[in-house]
């Protein structure tokens, strides 16, 4: 079983629309990271959240950490082709990945 | 800053041969780490690498695998006997600090690597 589980697995849509891409676990973490990883590329650090509750916002990209830092979502408002990838959570704790949400962002 | 370099970028081989990925880290990191990617596990860590040694090789899945570390600015892991089952996207990556999250991972480009 993996320890960071991410939904959904893929996730399809049309350029302007929003979406919401989720990663929780039954653990409780100090901190978590979101990677994106785009083909043929490896993963980029987009944003680490660290304290429970917490809200981070990258442009057109709003982080959030649960309340009780076991869970993180992802939200993007108005998507763009440029924001196809895999969305990948992150721990340091075993330094694991979740299996990632593949979004594509049609134009 | 040329990022984490590694080599070659496409690897095909027969199964039964020898293969070896190389890793240059980014001067300065102290930490390095090899994972691998496919659609069925997602991203495993192999092992890391703290300051050359290894510190946890608990995902190496077998002792056809093998990882080394001569010295802060190469790494390569090595299969042999490599199996159609090793068909995967080898990453290397490398950190300034693995025990602070302020310090992201950055990684190397991977090695696709195709067993027949």
């Known amino acids: 079983t993996q320890l960071l589980e991410q939904s959904p697995q893929f996730l399809s849509i049309q350029e302007g629309e929003n979406l919401t891409v989720y990663c929780n676990s039954s653990s409780v973490f100090s901190s978590l990271q979101w990677y994106r990883q785009e083909p043929g590329e490896g993963p980029v650090l987009l944003v680490t959240v660290v304290t429970g509750g917490e809200v981070k916002k990258l442009k057109r990209l709003t982080f959030q950490f649960g309340d009780a830092r076991k869970d993180s979502s992802l939200h993007i408002t108005a998507a763009q082709p440029g924001d196809t990838g895999l969305y990948l959570c992150?721990?340091?704790?075993?330094?694991?990945f979740g299996a990632g949400t593949t979004v594509t962002v049609r134009a | 800053d040329a990022g984490v370099i590694q080599s070659p970028r496409h690897e095909v081989t027969e199964m039964g041969q020898e293969v070896t990925l190389r890793c240059k880290p980014i001067s300065g990191h102290n930490s390095l780490f090899w994972y691998r990617q496919t659609m069925m596990r997602g991203l495993e860590l192999l092992i890391y690498?703290?300051?050359?040694?290894?510190?946890?090789d608990s995902g190496m899945p077998e002792d056809r695998f093998s990882a080394k570390m001569p010295n802060a600015s190469f790494s390569t892991l090595k299969i042999q006997p490599s199996e159609p089952r090793d068909s995967a996207v080898y990453f290397c990556?490398?950190?300034?600090?693995?025990?602070?999250?302020?310090?992201?991972?950055?990684f190397g480009n991977g090695t696709r690597l195709t067993v027949t």
């Open positions: 690498f703290n300051n050359n040694v290894p510190i946890d």
């Open positions: 992150a721990s340091r704790y075993k330094l694991s």
């Open positions: 990556a490398s950190t300034q600090d693995v025990s602070s999250y302020n310090s992201p991972l950055h």
